[in-house]
Nanobody
Framework: VQLQASGGGLVQAGDSLRLSCAAS????????MGWFRQAPGKEREFVAA????????YYADSVKGRFTISRDNAKNTVYLQMNSLKSEDTAVYYC???????????????????WGKGTQVTVSS
């Protein structure tokens, strides 16, 4: 599975942004999908993940209630809708695919099956 994230940009605090991650390969629908981010000088951290069916999602506490992950298996694409953005959301955002559950993706980041290239999100205060 190859992943390509897009949709990043420069926004102001309080604005919204939607990231997309396009996947190649016929087995996209078999994987849980997730979003991670890495701010300058910090380790990569989990943001959100969703089951292969899209029926269940799991979020980091820092984004719960502001971010929504979704997927369209017909388009091989996963999305991250980000609302009420804060300056602390500034980071490079990466999408990922994994055979495990969304919760496992959040806890055991080192075991992720596939990573995409990141897209920069900058939130000015």
């Amino acid at each position: 599975v190859q992943l390509q994230a897009s949709g990043g940009g420069l926004v102001q605090a309080g604005d919204s942004l939607r990231l997309s991650c396009a996947a190649s390969g016929r087995t996209f629908s078999r994987y849980a999908m997730g979003w991670f981010r890495q701010a300058p000088g910090k380790e990569r951290e989990f943001v959100a993940a969703i089951t292969w069916s899209g029926g269940s999602a799991y979020y980091a506490d820092s984004v719960k209630g502001r971010f929504t992950i979704s997927r369209d298996n017909a388009k091989n694409t996963v999305y991250l809708q980000m609302n009420s953005l804060k300056s602390e959301d500034t980071a490079v955002y990466y999408c990922a695919a994994d055979h495990r559950s969304p919760q496992a993706m959040g806890v055991m980041t080192n075991g992720i099956d596939y990573w995409g290239k990141g897209t920069q999100v900058t939130v000015s205060s």
